[in-house]
């Protein structure tokens, strides 16, 4: 069985008449990925590159650092894709197999290259360090490989070419591959590609549920190309409209139409669209209305606040924040000490009076109180992902309670997306 694979192509091979484009494989290597000490950052990076090149992604696959699991997912690799890009396992070490495993599978003999040893000295030299003889061994070539040049690493990559077929091998380090993927390897597929190229523009949506937005933009799910998909995410359901051509100024007007319909039918429920952050979008709303915001928090610990000034220029529109983590602290900030004794720190009433107290002291437009249980254990009987968020503007407050029983990272996230949710729909409605 081929460890760890699955298939994408029903998400992004699509067809257009002429289309003739690779069919591409990502290899992520390393036992540290199987045991979920690392995330791969790797495939995610490689992958969001691929539809500017027009490169069909069909299958990714996860394999640690052993010989015959790592050179069984090659050869199974070599079969079927016409592009292979494998990242890690090319270091100096014992368990560094990628060469080992490409060569085996190739069936070519591995022997050190004068020049790749002459340069591997030269840079520990440069550096004024000896080189160790065990990394004599990422000098190793076959030949059918062209070595890839990495400065920012000891370890070259491989570009393979035979039988058709091209397998790239980068280095596991990301700001290694990144930079060998920008400059080596992104530029030479570029130049091989005949395929046209993928392009996606994605629709934002708030407050409607995955279900019903898939019920609302059924009328546009039957066309192939451009495609429709819809995903829950943490910041809302995204609507994605994906198209391929030969060129990105076709594949824009492919998708141009559809996105109209898209947007007739979802509305005001859409807050963004592709790489558009909440944050960045309900600042921009502060900023073009002269509005301030500040907020008191207590169970996110301050994370509203950081992410709201994630954003660059935050400073025109936020003005500070508190973090109220007792109900002393709260108190000596100006929230009614009888309503905390009354309904408990974890209440609806006591997260509308946070937003009115920081509001008043720091004399701002909208302000933003949280309280809640973000675990592991309950408070107050409440149970854990119990969540109280008030926006107080002077003329009233608004508040949304919910319970949302995961961990504690993620209950505290969701508390902060759903805060600038609340604070976009007052900005909507001013």
């Given at each position: 069985m081929l460890p760890c694979a699955r298939r994408l192509d029903e998400a992004i091979a699509l067809d257009y008449p002429g289309a003739a484009s690779m069919r591409a494989e990502i290899i992520s290597i390393g036992t540290e990925i199987l045991l979920g000490e690392i995330l791969d950052t790797n495939a995610q990076y490689i992958a969001s590159r691929l539809p500017a090149l027009g490169i069909d992604l069909h299958w990714m696959t996860q394999v640690g650092d052993n010989l015959d699991r790592l050179s069984e997912a090659l050869r199974r690799a070599w079969e079927r894709s016409d592009l292979i890009l494998a990242t890690g396992g090319l270091g100096p070490t014992e368990d560094d197999l990628t060469r080992e495993a490409i060569a085996a599978v190739l069936d070519e003999p591995l022997s050190v290259d004068g020049e790749m040893e002459a340069k591997l000295r030269a840079f520990f030299a440069s550096r004024g360090i000896a080189m160790p003889e065990r990394n004599v061994k990422q000098a190793n070539l076959i030949p059918s490989c062209r070595?890839?040049?990495?400065?920012?690493?000891?370890?070259?990559?491989?570009?393979?070419?035979?039988?058709?077929?091209?397998?790239?091998?980068?280095?596991?380090?990301p700001v290694e591959m990144e930079r060998m993927w920008e400059k080596e390897v992104a530029p030479r597929?570029?130049?091989?590609?005949?395929?046209?190229?993928?392009?996606?523009?994605?629709?934002?949506?708030?407050?409607?549920?995955?279900?019903?937005?898939?019920?609302?933009?059924?009328?546009?799910?039957?066309?192939?190309?451009p495609r429709l998909a819809v995903y829950a995410k943490a910041d809302g359901v995204h609507v994605r409209i994906t198209a391929k051509a030969a060129s990105r100024e076709e594949a824009q007007r492919l998708i141009a139409p559809m996105e109209e319909e898209a947007r007739g039918i979802l509305g005001k429920t859409i807050w963004g669209a592709d790489?558009?952050?909440?944050?960045?979008?309900?600042?921009?709303?502060?900023?073009?209305?002269?509005?301030?915001?500040?907020?008191?928090?207590?169970?996110?610990?301050?994370?509203?606040?950081?992410?709201?000034?994630d954003v660059a220029g935050s400073s025109s529109y936020f003005k500070g924040g508190f973090v109220a983590y007792t109900a002393e602290m709260k108190i000596a900030l100006g929230v009614d000490e009888e309503l905390v004794r009354r309904h408990g720190v974890v209440s609806q009433e006591v997260a509308r009076d946070m937003?009115?107290?920081?509001?008043?002291?720091?004399?701002?437009?909208?302000?933003?109180?949280?309280?809640?249980?973000a675990g592991p254990e309950p408070l107050e009987d409440k149970p854990v992902g119990t969540i109280h968020i008030a926006l107080d503007d002077g003329r009233g407050s608004q508040a949304i309670s919910y319970t949302f029983a995961q961990s504690r990272?993620?209950?505290?996230?969701?508390?902060?997306?759903?805060?600038?949710?609340?604070?976009?729909?007052?900005?909507?409605?001013?």
């Open positions: 070595p890839i040049p990495n400065p920012r690493g000891t370890a070259p990559g491989w570009w393979v070419e035979r039988d058709g077929r091209i397998l790239v091998a980068m280095p596991g380090p597929l570029t130049e091989m590609a005949a395929g046209g190229v993928i392009v996606s523009r994605t629709l934002k949506t708030v407050g409607i549920g995955e279900g019903t937005v898939d019920e609302m933009v059924s009328p546009l799910l039957a066309s192939a190309n790489d558009e952050t909440l944050e960045a979008t309900v600042g921009s709303m502060l900023r073009e209305r002269g509005l301030s915001v500040a907020t008191m928090e207590s169970c996110t610990g301050g994370l509203l606040a950081s992410t709201i000034t937003a009115r107290a920081v509001r008043e002291r720091l004399g701002v437009d909208y302000g933003i109180g949280i309280t809640g249980v990272a993620a209950i505290k996230r969701r508390a902060v997306t759903t805060a600038l949710f609340v604070l976009r729909r007052a900005l909507l409605a001013r």
